[in-house]
């Protein structure tokens, strides 16, 4: 069939018309070899739907403080994304200092928000001063990994529930043969199992304003770490390495972040994997600090049909269907409430090793940030401390946890 020339002219036109309207946004995420695979299984259907906005991804966040750093240095440098994701302890720097936006002009805008499965109680995980400033993506909690194999090969049929549990299994695999019983993951981001073993004695590490690391249950945590990694014999493994050896079938028990579930399963050797409750200190953990991160928007845009696109990508990734790929493609649970309750109904049924962090819901509690410019410097230095545990410099926990106080007072506001 021949086009006339007005025809052409109009066809043309209207092409010019769609390329124009084709908005442009940039993105950033954390931990590639945890969630590249949920945004591929995402990203054709958001594709689909908005075939107008173009989602550029940037270089993937090493860590939560890697992902802070990074937003620190590009908003000096007037070269933020638009949308980021963030740690949920590392939100608050960021409102503070003016580079995330609240959401509520967007959020108001949205006639059927609540009942697309954004309630309360997971917003408030990203509310400051009664202000909305992200959508939670993805929420974790500490649980056990255990190899049964190996557990079975020493007798051990029931999991542990106790860290007394835990070293009394780590003893009986020692004389099994089992040279690298134990990863206990001292070393994950945020110092976030130093804030676990707090929580589990029901106490914050952060208490009005105060870091509480003088007190006698951040002492009893010291000493419980040095229980387990003296008695267990652990080895001082960088996390990806302890990961990798839990995966090819090498370690006995693991404890880790329930987010890694996909990737242990996607990589998982013969043998069978069964997660199961964080360990208490002498009893159940009486609370838990809720890892993940949230979506944030850090355009810098003036452009309204930028930050419409912004915000139209944020809510898919954190809707329902999006949040169903979480679950389905890591270990991490869906803070969308449609998500669990429609998408998801017969999922975790069917994977009980997802299951086990559903479960310990009633413990969730804040991970929280340090007060302060130096929130960071902080962390660093109470993981400094801890891996003096695991090598064997640090021997009294006294002492190390006197150092612990003074140094991290040099660093507070005022100190």
Same mark, same amino acid.
């Given at each position: 069939m021949k086009l006339t020339t007005t025809a052409m002219v109009l066809a043309l036109s209207a092409s010019a018309v769609y390329a124009e309207d084709k908005v442009t946004i940039e993105f950033a995420y954390p931990y590639s070899h945890l969630?590249?695979?949920?945004?591929?299984?995402?990203?054709?259907?958001?594709?689909?739907?908005?075939p107008n906005i173009?989602?550029?991804?940037?270089?993937?966040?090493e860590s939560y403080e890697d992902g802070t750093n990074t937003i620190l240095r590009e908003a000096v440098a007037g070269n933020l994304p638009d949308v980021t994701m963030q740690g949920l302890n590392r939100q608050q720097p960021l409102i503070e200092k003016n580079i995330a936006q609240s959401l509520e002009p967007f959020i108001a805008q949205e006639a059927d928000f609540e009942k697309d499965g954004y309630h309360q109680a997971m917003l408030s995980l990203s509310t400051f001063n009664d202000e909305v400033y992200g959508l939670p993506f993805s929420i974790s909690l500490p649980v056990?990994?255990?190899?049964?194999? %190996?557990?079975?090969?020493?007798? %051990?049929e029931e999991l542990p529930q106790t860290w007394d549990d835990v070293i009394a299994a780590c003893e009986t695999m020692k004389a099994n043969g089992i040279d690298n019983p134990i990863f206990w993951g001292w070393n994950i981001t945020g110092n976030w199992f130093v804030q676990a073993l707090l929580w589990s004695q029901d106490s914050a590490i952060v208490k009005d304003g105060r870091v509480t690391l003088d007190s006698p249950e951040t002492l009893a945590a010291l000493e419980q770490m040095q229980e387990i990694f003296t008695k267990c014999d652990m080895q001082n493994l960088e996390w990806k390495a302890a990961l990798s050896s839990f995966s090819a079938g090498d370690i006995g028990m693991m404890f880790w972040s329930t987010s890694a579930l996909g990737a242990v399963e996607r990589s998982q050797g013969d043998f069978e994997l069964v997660t199961g409750p964080f360990p208490g200190m002498g009893g159940k953990p009486m609370g838990l600090p809720a890892g993940g991160n949230a979506a944030m928007l850090t355009s810098t845009s003036d452009d309204p049909a930028v930050r419409e696109a912004a915000w139209t990508f944020l809510k898919y990734i954190t809707s329902g269907d999006g949040a169903a790929e979480v679950a389905k493609t890591t270990g991490y649970m869906p803070p969308n409430r449609a998500a669990n309750e429609i998408i998801l109904a017969d999922f975790y049924e069917q994977n009980p090793n997802k299951q086990t962090a559903v479960d310990q819901l009633p413990l969730l509690?804040?991970?929280q940030a340090y007060p302060g410019d130096n929130g960071l410097a902080i962390t660093q230095v109470i993981y400094d401390s801890i891996e003096r545990i695991v090598t064997g410099d640090a021997t009294d926990m006294k002492e190390l946890q006197r150092e612990l106080v003074e140094e991290v007072a040099d660093l507070l506001p005022n100190g």
């Open positions: 969630f590249d695979v949920t945004y591929e299984a995402m990203m054709p259907a958001f594709n689909a739907a908005h173009e989602v550029k991804f940037r270089a993937t966040y056990g990994y255990y190899n049964m194999d %190996i557990l079975r090969a020493g007798g %051990i509690r804040d991970w």
